[in-house]
């Protein structure tokens, strides 16, 4: 008999609806910044990216974490004004013909449980204050009335 922890059943489960395993992230080092826009970072694995826009002072106030999930693309989008943005990506390429430009539409609720696992299992390697503003914001939850436009507590 097989005996297994509830945490990992869990765990597997998310794992499997979300679609995804995330594999370690890690920051591109040569990333183009805008000279009128804010210093961004950028970190990546197999499917997934994280970008993280950076204040004057160099802490993190927003992100975008960009996933697949089943086949398609999906873009978490928090700042601390506007709160979250959950889009799908359309790549814009219904014909080999054409060669149109990815947009972000609308997508809703996102499976925040699972994508906040995930996160957690494969951030290690990304600065603590730019990692805790992820979780943090994961964890307030789209749902949760002090989600938006809520920033949770960065240290310099």
């Known amino acids: ?26 920051e591109l080092r040569s990333v183009r910044q805008d000279p ?16 993280v826009w950076l204040d004057e002072r160099e802490l993190p106030y ?10 398609r693309e999906f873009a978490l989008t928090w700042t601390n004004e506007r709160g979250f943005d ?12 054409k060669n149109r430009a990815p947009v972000l539409v609308a997508d809703g609720v996102f499976e925040q449980r699972a994508l906040l696992e995930q996160f957690e299992a494969s951030s290690s390697q990304i600065p603590e204050p730019i ?6 914001a994961l964890t307030l939850s789209p749902n949760d009335p002090i989600a938006p436009g809520k920033k949770p507590a960065v240290k310099p």
């Open 131 to 136: 990692r805790k503003l992820v979780i943090d």
């Open 36 to 51: 009128d826009g804010p210093k961004r970072r950028w970190f990546r694995a197999s499917g997934t990216d994280l970008i």
């Open 86 to 97: 959950h889009s799908a990506v359309d790549s814009g390429e219904g014909s080999p013909m």
């Open 1 to 26: 008999m097989i005996v297994l922890n509830a945490g990992f059943v869990g765990s597997f489960v998310n794992q499997f609806t979300l679609g995804l395993i995330m594999k370690e992230l890690v």
């Open 62 to 71: 927003g992100f975008q974490l960009c996933y697949e999930r089943r086949a």
